[in-house]
Nanobody
Framework: QVQLEESGGGQVQPGGSLTLSCKAS????????LGWYRQAPGKEREFVAS?????????SYADSVKGRFTISRDNAKNTVYLQMDSLKPEDTAVYYC????????????WGQGTQVTVST
């Protein structure tokens, strides 16, 4: 119902910036919140940020990334972005995009993930 494909991961030095992209398609996209999650080695997957696709303005962030990360949507390109600034080594993880129905939070799909490494 919703297909997701992430891109944009890589290696960056502490204090640097990186932008992740999640290209979305599917018949139920307009009903969804698109979210970014991350999973570091040996840790559980955790919420990073989300945006309501229908308005592109309703957003939510984990406390650990507030003020450093920005989620946004390009409706014409069917893509959600995660702009990551002031990156820290603890931001190192595989980052995943997902889609949930906004009204019920039913999970529809995950992307395949993209690796972000913050190190000198």
């Amino acid at each position: 119902q919703v297909q997701l494909e992430e891109s944009g991961g890589g290696q960056v030095q502490p204090g640097g910036s990186l932008t992740l992209s999640c290209k979305a398609s599917g018949s139920r996209l307009g009903d969804c919140d698109l979210g970014w999650y991350r999973q570091a080695p040996g840790k559980e997957r955790e919420f990073v940020a989300s945006i309501k696709w229908s308005d592109g303005r309703t957003t939510s962030y984990a406390d650990s990334v507030k003020g450093r990360f920005t989620i946004s949507r390009d409706n014409a390109k069917n893509t959600v972005y995660l702009q990551m600034d002031s990156l820290k080594p603890e931001d190192t993880a595989v980052y995943y995009c997902n889609a949930r129905i906004s009204s019920t939070l039913v999970l529809l799909s995950w992307g395949q993930g993209t690796q972000v490494t913050v190190s000198t």
